[in-house]
T-cell receptor
Framework: GAVVSQHPSWVICKSGTSVKIECRSL??????MFWYRQFPKQSLMLMAT?????????EQGVEKDKFLINHASLTLSTLTVTSAHPEDSSFYIC????FGAGTGPYNEQFFGPGTRLTVL | SQQGEEDPQALSIQEGENATMNCSYK?????LQWYRQNSGRGLVHLIL?????REKHSGRLRVTLDTSKKSSSLLITASRAADTASYFC?????????FGKGNQVVVIP
């Protein structure tokens, strides 16, 4: 149980186009999903926290108009990279927190396999 | 902001040896977690240690936590080639996980 999928697993696009990445919790409901980006040989950096039915909360320095996040249901969140540029090329990873898990000290997030974005 | 920060390491060890990596963090935490990431893949949760725990074991993994020093260590005993991966610690606080820089471990068969 607790499987999170991402689609696509990799995408190559031209500069200036927009790309949508989906994150789905397959066997549980997720009130909160998180989006991270990871550059080669570096750590994960939290981009935004997405709560079902409300606006995403973006981390400092992350452009909300550049990275559009929609969390329309308890099992799906999408990240759209708008007007992508080569510097947006990265590995994007989502994670989901199970509905009802609360925010207590035993919190656990389940991670998707990641999406490799390459902007030419 | 990143809370967990490991001493950046690239470990290369022989199969059967132990691998130890460290993590330090800056603020108070509810728990600290370790994850593994194989190249180009997502994260796999390894172990969680609560702030009131000092040591925890899970199979070949041993995690310690010293809240007074704001540090943690992960020991992998009797390493295997399949343990080759990057290992990240992550601290949970302020309703989110913050990841450290990661340690690249290469286990040579």
């Amino acid at each position: 149980g607790a499987v999170v999928s991402q689609h696509p697993s990799w995408v190559i696009c031209k500069s200036g186009t927009s790309v949508k990445i989906e994150c789905r919790s397959l066997d549980f409901q997720a009130t909160t999903m998180f989006w991270y980006r990871q550059f080669p040989k570096q750590s994960l950096m939290l981009m935004a926290t997405s709560n079902e039915g409300s606006k995403a909360t973006y981390e400092q320095g992350v452009e909300k108009d550049k990275f559009l996040i929609n969390h329309a249901s308890l099992t799906l969140s999408t990240l759209t990279v708008t007007s992508a540029h080569p510097e947006d090329s990265s590995f994007y990873i989502c994670s989901a927190r199970r509905f009802g898990a609360g925010t207590g000290p035993y919190n656990e997030q389940f991670f998707g396999p990641g999406t490799r974005l390459t902007v030419l | 902001s990143q809370q967990g920060e490991e001493d950046p390491q690239a470990l290369s060890i022989q199969e059967g040896e132990n691998a130890t990596m460290n993590c330090s963090y800056k603020t108070s935490i509810n728990n600290l977690q370790w994850y593994r990431q194989n190249s180009g893949r997502g994260l796999v949760h390894l172990i969680l240690i609560r702030s009131n725990e000092r040591e925890k074991h899970s199979g070949r993994l041993r995690v310690t936590l010293d809240t007074s020093k704001k540090s943690s260590s992960l020991l992998i005993t009797a390493s295997r080639a399949a343990d080759t991966a990057s290992y990240f610690c992550a601290t949970y606080g302020n309703n989110r996980l913050a990841f450290g820089k990661g340690n690249q471990v290469v286990v040579i068969p």
